[in-house]
Protein backbone atom coordinates (compact mmCIF):
# COMPACT_ATOMS: atom_id res chain seq x y z
CA UNK A 1 0.00 0.00 0.00
CA UNK A 2 2.67 2.18 0.81
CA UNK A 3 4.20 2.10 -2.58
CA UNK A 4 1.10 2.80 -4.41
CA UNK A 5 2.16 6.17 -5.61
CA UNK A 6 5.55 5.22 -6.08
CA UNK A 7 4.29 2.53 -8.64
CA UNK A 8 2.07 4.83 -10.53
CA UNK A 9 4.89 7.00 -10.78
CA UNK A 10 6.80 4.26 -12.13
CA UNK A 11 4.48 2.73 -14.68
CA UNK A 12 4.04 6.36 -15.84
CA UNK A 13 7.38 6.66 -16.56
CA UNK A 14 9.15 3.00 -17.40
CA UNK A 15 7.92 2.46 -20.56
CA UNK A 16 8.77 5.98 -22.20
CA UNK A 17 11.90 6.20 -20.42
CA UNK A 18 13.03 2.69 -22.55
CA UNK A 19 11.76 3.73 -25.88
CA UNK A 20 13.84 6.60 -25.38
CA UNK A 21 17.05 4.61 -26.23
CA UNK A 22 15.32 3.14 -29.56
CA UNK A 23 17.71 4.22 -32.72
CA UNK A 24 14.95 5.23 -34.31
CA UNK A 25 13.74 7.81 -31.61
CA UNK A 26 17.05 8.95 -29.81
CA UNK A 27 15.29 10.75 -26.79
CA UNK A 28 18.05 10.05 -24.39
CA UNK A 29 20.32 12.81 -26.54
CA UNK A 30 17.78 15.24 -25.03
CA UNK A 31 17.21 14.15 -21.68
CA UNK A 32 19.77 17.21 -20.69
CA UNK A 33 17.54 19.74 -22.29
CA UNK A 34 14.35 17.76 -21.01
CA UNK A 35 15.87 18.00 -17.48
CA UNK A 36 16.32 21.34 -17.13
CA UNK A 37 13.23 22.37 -18.45
CA UNK A 38 11.37 20.20 -15.79
CA UNK A 39 13.53 21.90 -13.02
CA UNK A 40 12.72 25.33 -13.90
CA UNK A 41 8.70 24.94 -14.34
CA UNK A 42 8.71 22.01 -10.96
CA UNK A 43 10.06 25.27 -9.06
CA UNK A 44 7.04 27.37 -10.07
CA UNK A 45 4.90 24.19 -9.53
CA UNK A 46 6.42 23.13 -6.38
CA UNK A 47 5.94 26.18 -4.95
CA UNK A 48 1.96 26.50 -6.18
CA UNK A 49 1.97 22.96 -4.53
CA UNK A 50 3.75 23.74 -1.16
CA UNK A 51 1.09 26.29 -1.02
CA UNK A 52 -2.00 24.79 -1.45
CA UNK A 53 -1.62 22.03 0.46
CA UNK A 54 -0.47 24.39 3.89
CA UNK A 55 -3.57 25.89 2.94
CA UNK A 56 -5.77 22.44 3.08
CA UNK A 57 -6.53 23.47 -1.02
CA UNK A 58 -5.44 19.95 -1.16
CA UNK A 59 -3.78 17.06 0.71
CA UNK A 60 -2.22 13.48 0.43
CA UNK A 61 -3.15 10.32 2.26
CA UNK A 62 -0.29 9.25 3.39
CA UNK A 63 -0.92 5.24 3.83
CA UNK A 64 -0.32 5.37 -0.44
CA UNK A 65 3.29 6.89 -0.19
CA UNK A 66 6.81 6.04 1.22
CA UNK A 67 6.14 8.72 4.19
CA UNK A 68 9.32 10.69 3.29
CA UNK A 69 8.02 13.94 3.16
CA UNK A 70 9.80 17.17 2.30
CA UNK A 71 8.17 21.02 2.71
CA UNK A 72 4.88 19.55 3.63
CA UNK A 73 4.74 17.07 0.38
CA UNK A 74 5.64 13.48 -0.56
CA UNK A 75 8.73 12.81 -1.80
CA UNK A 76 6.68 11.13 -4.67
CA UNK A 77 4.65 13.94 -5.06
CA UNK A 78 8.03 15.82 -5.73
CA UNK A 79 8.76 13.18 -8.08
CA UNK A 80 5.60 13.95 -10.07
CA UNK A 81 7.26 16.84 -11.30
CA UNK A 82 9.71 14.95 -13.07
CA UNK A 83 7.98 11.73 -14.26
CA UNK A 84 4.89 13.35 -15.50
CA UNK A 85 6.27 15.73 -17.95
CA UNK A 86 9.03 12.88 -19.58
CA UNK A 87 6.60 11.03 -20.57
CA UNK A 88 4.52 13.88 -21.87
CA UNK A 89 7.50 15.55 -23.56
CA UNK A 90 8.28 12.31 -24.72
CA UNK A 91 5.22 11.68 -26.60
CA UNK A 92 5.10 15.07 -27.85
CA UNK A 93 8.93 14.26 -29.73
CA UNK A 94 7.34 11.19 -30.56
CA UNK A 95 4.43 12.51 -32.65
CA UNK A 96 6.46 15.30 -33.77
CA UNK A 97 9.89 13.34 -34.95
CA UNK A 98 7.12 10.76 -37.05
CA UNK A 99 3.79 12.41 -37.91
CA UNK A 100 3.49 15.73 -40.27
CA UNK A 101 1.29 18.07 -37.65
CA UNK A 102 2.62 21.91 -39.09
CA UNK A 103 -1.04 22.26 -40.25
CA UNK A 104 -1.81 22.36 -36.76
CA UNK A 105 -0.36 25.92 -36.25
CA UNK A 106 -3.12 27.25 -38.21
CA UNK A 107 -5.70 26.43 -35.43
CA UNK A 108 -3.37 28.43 -32.59
CA UNK A 109 -5.40 31.68 -32.99
CA UNK A 110 -8.68 29.86 -32.08
CA UNK A 111 -6.83 27.46 -29.66
CA UNK A 112 -5.32 30.40 -27.63
CA UNK A 113 -8.58 32.48 -28.29
CA UNK A 114 -10.93 30.30 -26.99
CA UNK A 115 -8.86 28.98 -24.23
CA UNK A 116 -8.37 32.20 -22.78
CA UNK A 117 -11.81 33.88 -23.38
CA UNK A 118 -13.41 30.44 -21.03
CA UNK A 119 -10.07 31.14 -18.43
CA UNK A 120 -11.08 34.35 -17.96
CA UNK A 121 -14.59 33.62 -17.98
CA UNK A 122 -14.21 31.12 -15.01
CA UNK A 123 -11.54 32.99 -13.17
CA UNK A 124 -14.33 36.08 -12.45
CA UNK A 125 -17.32 33.95 -12.09
CA UNK A 126 -15.70 31.84 -9.19
CA UNK A 127 -12.60 34.05 -7.89
CA UNK A 128 -14.07 32.82 -4.64
CA UNK A 129 -12.63 28.80 -5.24
CA UNK A 130 -8.76 29.09 -5.19
CA UNK A 131 -7.61 26.31 -7.46
CA UNK A 132 -10.25 27.19 -9.85
CA UNK A 133 -8.78 30.75 -9.88
CA UNK A 134 -5.01 30.03 -9.98
CA UNK A 135 -5.61 27.38 -12.41
CA UNK A 136 -7.76 29.73 -14.95
CA UNK A 137 -5.02 32.88 -14.64
CA UNK A 138 -2.15 30.56 -14.75
CA UNK A 139 -3.39 28.75 -17.95
CA UNK A 140 -4.80 32.47 -19.68
CA UNK A 141 -1.14 33.95 -18.84
CA UNK A 142 0.71 30.95 -20.26
CA UNK A 143 -1.26 30.96 -23.54
CA UNK A 144 -0.53 34.82 -23.97
CA UNK A 145 2.81 34.66 -23.26
CA UNK A 146 3.56 31.71 -25.68
CA UNK A 147 1.73 32.85 -28.50
CA UNK A 148 1.92 37.08 -28.63
CA UNK A 149 5.18 37.16 -26.54
CA UNK A 150 7.02 34.01 -27.71
CA UNK A 151 4.99 33.21 -30.94
CA UNK A 152 5.27 29.79 -30.61
CA UNK A 153 3.82 28.08 -33.80
CA UNK A 154 3.30 25.18 -32.13
CA UNK A 155 0.73 25.48 -29.57
CA UNK A 156 -2.15 23.75 -32.00
CA UNK A 157 0.33 20.79 -32.13
CA UNK A 158 0.99 20.31 -28.10
CA UNK A 159 -2.92 20.73 -27.81
CA UNK A 160 -3.63 17.75 -29.90
CA UNK A 161 -0.70 15.73 -28.11
CA UNK A 162 -2.45 16.66 -25.06
CA UNK A 163 -5.73 15.17 -26.48
CA UNK A 164 -3.75 12.06 -26.90
CA UNK A 165 -2.26 12.10 -23.73
CA UNK A 166 -5.72 11.96 -21.90
CA UNK A 167 -5.29 8.15 -22.04
CA UNK A 168 -2.47 8.21 -20.16
CA UNK A 169 -4.13 10.76 -17.80
CA UNK A 170 -7.72 9.52 -17.04
CA UNK A 171 -6.12 6.20 -15.23
CA UNK A 172 -2.87 7.64 -13.49
CA UNK A 173 -4.92 11.28 -12.14
CA UNK A 174 -7.81 8.26 -11.34
CA UNK A 175 -6.01 6.24 -9.02
CA UNK A 176 -4.57 9.54 -7.77
CA UNK A 177 -7.94 11.06 -6.90
CA UNK A 178 -9.67 7.67 -6.11
CA UNK A 179 -10.79 5.26 -8.57
CA UNK A 180 -9.43 1.89 -7.97
CA UNK A 181 -8.40 2.47 -4.62
CA UNK A 182 -10.18 2.34 -1.36
CA UNK A 183 -9.39 5.88 -0.63
CA UNK A 184 -7.62 9.02 -3.13
CA UNK A 185 -4.08 9.50 -2.32
CA UNK A 186 -4.97 13.24 -3.46
CA UNK A 187 -7.79 14.64 -1.40
CA UNK A 188 -9.40 18.32 -2.43
CA UNK A 189 -11.58 20.80 -0.14
CA UNK A 190 -14.80 20.95 -1.82
CA UNK A 191 -15.38 24.59 -1.46
CA UNK A 192 -12.07 25.61 -3.47
CA UNK A 193 -12.47 24.26 -6.65
CA UNK A 194 -15.80 23.90 -9.36
CA UNK A 195 -16.83 20.15 -8.14
CA UNK A 196 -16.93 19.01 -11.59
CA UNK A 197 -15.37 16.12 -11.90
CA UNK A 198 -14.61 13.69 -14.84
CA UNK A 199 -15.25 10.62 -12.63
CA UNK A 200 -13.13 11.29 -9.61
CA UNK A 201 -10.93 13.71 -11.62
CA UNK A 202 -11.33 17.41 -10.81
CA UNK A 203 -11.57 19.55 -14.22
CA UNK A 204 -9.12 21.98 -12.94
CA UNK A 205 -6.47 18.97 -12.85
CA UNK A 206 -6.84 18.15 -16.85
CA UNK A 207 -5.92 22.17 -16.69
CA UNK A 208 -3.53 22.41 -14.96
CA UNK A 209 -1.66 19.41 -16.23
CA UNK A 210 -1.91 21.77 -19.68
CA UNK A 211 -0.07 24.74 -18.31
CA UNK A 212 2.56 22.44 -17.06
CA UNK A 213 2.92 20.68 -19.97
CA UNK A 214 2.77 23.63 -22.27
CA UNK A 215 5.28 25.28 -20.09
CA UNK A 216 7.72 22.09 -19.73
CA UNK A 217 7.39 21.89 -23.60
CA UNK A 218 8.71 25.57 -24.08
CA UNK A 219 11.25 25.25 -21.89
CA UNK A 220 12.40 22.28 -23.78
CA UNK A 221 12.72 23.49 -27.06
CA UNK A 222 14.26 26.83 -25.59
CA UNK A 223 17.36 24.37 -24.07
CA UNK A 224 17.64 22.15 -27.53
CA UNK A 225 18.13 25.15 -29.69
CA UNK A 226 21.11 26.84 -26.96
CA UNK A 227 22.58 23.60 -26.27
CA UNK A 228 21.73 21.17 -29.02
CA UNK A 229 20.85 23.38 -31.79
CA UNK A 230 18.51 20.84 -33.52
CA UNK A 231 14.98 19.06 -32.76
CA UNK A 232 15.48 15.79 -34.64
Known amino acids: MAYTYSLILFFTVIICFIASFDRRIKFNNHFGAFLMAAIVVAILFIAWDVWFTAKGVWWFNTDYTLGIVI ?60 YTLVTAVATSVTLIYLHFIVRANWIG ?37 LGIRMGTIPLEDAVYGYTQFLLVLYFFKLFQRKYQSVFE
Open 71 to 130: AGLPIEEWLFFICIPFSCVFTYFCFDKFFKLDWLSGLNNLIVFFSVIVCSLIALLHHDKI
Open 157 to 193: KASLVYAVLMLGFFPVNGVLTGSFIENPIVNYNPNDF
